[in-house]
T-cell receptor, first 112, second 115 residues
Framework: QQPVQSPQAVILREGEDAVINCSSS?????VHWYRQKHGEAPVFLMI?????EQKGHEKISASFNEKKQQSSLYLTASQLSYSGTYFCGTVNSGGSNYKLTFGKGTLLTVNP | DAGITQSPRHKVTETGTPVTLRCHQTENHRYMYWYRQDPGHGLRLIHY???????DKGEVSDGYSVSRSKTEDFLLTLESATSSQTSVYFC??????????????FGAGTRLSVL
């Protein structure tokens, strides 16, 4: 079942912060975050595992709330290079070992 | 960057014609995937492979078939293309099925238009 991402789109000025959420109706084992720039391939950012800690990637970090079956991606002090579409991909507890189900994406635009 | 090559990168075809897209990898990864990406739908899994000659269906497999005769090549075939199959197709690879490490690396994509 496809995870739900919110918001669908967000516009920031350089230096502002943003939060992107990913929610599932099923118990999650792991959440993966990818970023896709316009006209390019998705690129892996990070994985969060059930029972794991918050992960970070430069000024981008994420958390995983197992009870709420959701993950949040935090972008702090945004840069122009952060612009793109962010996708979460989920692996459900008890699900296939090697299949990700992606959300519809969140379009992030960072303006000067 | 992971060594993934998709061909062709762009293709225009007519309704009813067969189309084959190729994904070639040089990473010797076991798992390969075909996704389609459409506005408002995100990435949807068409088929995937967990080894040579081992394939399975994804969530949007109707109208598509796949084959994997070698580790490095994964072919996606549209037996009789329809306009609803106009999309951007991405191939992805990963080096393990272990939940914790299923990092997927994507190819550059193939833009297919069915007229």
């Amino acid at each position: 079942q496809q995870p739900v991402q919110s918001p669908q789109a967000v516009i920031l000025r350089e230096g502002e912060d943003a939060v992107i959420n990913c929610s599932s109706s099923k118990a999650l084992y792991s959440v993966h975050w990818y970023r896709q720039k316009h006209g390019e391939a998705p690129v892996f950012l990070m994985i969060l595992l059930k029972g794991g800690e918050q992960k970070g990637h430069e000024k981008i970090s994420a958390s995983f709330n197992e009870k709420k079956q959701q993950s949040s991606l935090y972008l702090t002090a945004s840069q122009l290079s952060y612009s793109g579409t962010y996708f979460c991909g989920t692996v459900n507890s008890g699900g296939s070992n090697y299949k990700l189900t992606f959300g519809k994406g969140t379009l992030l635009t960072v303006n000067p | 960057d992971a060594g993934i090559t998709q061909s062709p990168r762009h293709k225009v075809t007519e309704t009813g014609t067969p189309v084959t897209l190729r994904c070639h990898q040089t990473e010797n990864h076991r798992y390969m995937y075909w996704y389609r990406q459409d506005p408002g739908h995100g990435l949807r899994l068409i088929h995937y492979s967990y080894g040579v000659k081992d394939t399975d269906k994804g969530e949007v497999s109707d109208g598509y078939s796949v084959s994997r005769s070698k580790t490095e090549d994964f072919l996606l075939t549209l037996e009789s293309a329809t306009s609803s199959q106009t999309s951007v197709y991405f191939c992805a690879i990963s080096d393990t099925g272990i939940l914790a490490k299923n990092i997927q690396y994507f190819g550059a994509g193939t833009r297919l238009s069915v007229l």
